[in-house]
């Protein structure tokens, strides 16, 4: 029999903390940073009510709980989201950006340190505990993708490789083979191939 040592501790396993902050990142650069999806051309919210509502639909559709979120936060975390776009896909070129995530972590005293309240066992975390929102979700986010840069995984940052779409994701594939950012673009690459075989 073996002891899960995470099952002692109460606290998440590092892999489901830092995969949660990378998918936020993801949520946050597909909402606010992108301007093809799917094939068409999409305009991001310009303002700052726009980009809250945005941002609090895509929370609540993945599952997440709203946050007390300004307008003012979420022109700040558009500003996030584009520092953070050319981290997804760049697999060869990943030093490039590196210099640009390290100045991010710098910016928003990314430090990882535990903290928590007084009726519960202390958490992980990578802002210090009086942070401010933007803040704490962007030195979340970024230690998250140095992390997962560091293991050398970068390739599992991906963006889309269909035609006129730049989602990007975090492939959790065994064998970090996806290519796509959904099974929409996938079929539509697939057609798109197989039109130019019968062209051919």
């Known amino acids: 029999m073996t002891i899960d040592p995470w ?38 919210p310009q303002s700052g009510e726009q980009r809250r509502a945005a941002i609090i639909a895509e ?54 340190n535990l903290h928590g309240h007084p009726d519960r066992p202390p958490v992980l975390a990578f802002h210090r505990a009086d942070a401010g929102l933007v803040d704490a979700w962007a030195a979340d986010m970024g230690t998250a993708l140095a992390m997962v840069i560091g293991v050398g995984q970068s390739v599992r940052l991906g963006a889309c490789q269909a035609g006129k779409c730049a989602l990007v994701f975090f492939d959790t594939t065994r064998n970090a083979s996806r290519r796509f950012c959904d099974l929409s673009c996938q079929n539509r690459a697939k057609a798109s191939a197989y039109r130019a075989r019968r062209r051919a």
Do not use: M, W
């Not at 949660?20 to 305009?43: D, I």
């Open 7 to 44: 099952r002692i501790t109460g606290q998440p396993e590092i892999d489901s903390y830092v995969g949660g902050r990378v998918e936020l990142a993801v949520l946050l650069v597909n909402c606010l940073a992108v301007t093809t999806a799917h094939g068409r051309p999409v305009t991001p």
């Open 59 to 112: 929370l609540a559709a993945a599952g997440r709980p709203p946050s007390a979120l300004t307008a003012a936060d979420a022109d700040r975390l558009a500003e996030v989201a584009g520092q953070l776009r050319p981290i997804f896909g760049a697999g060869d070129r990943i030093l490039a950006v590196v210099e640009q995530l390290n100045d991010l972590l710098i910016r928003h005293k990314a430090v990882a």
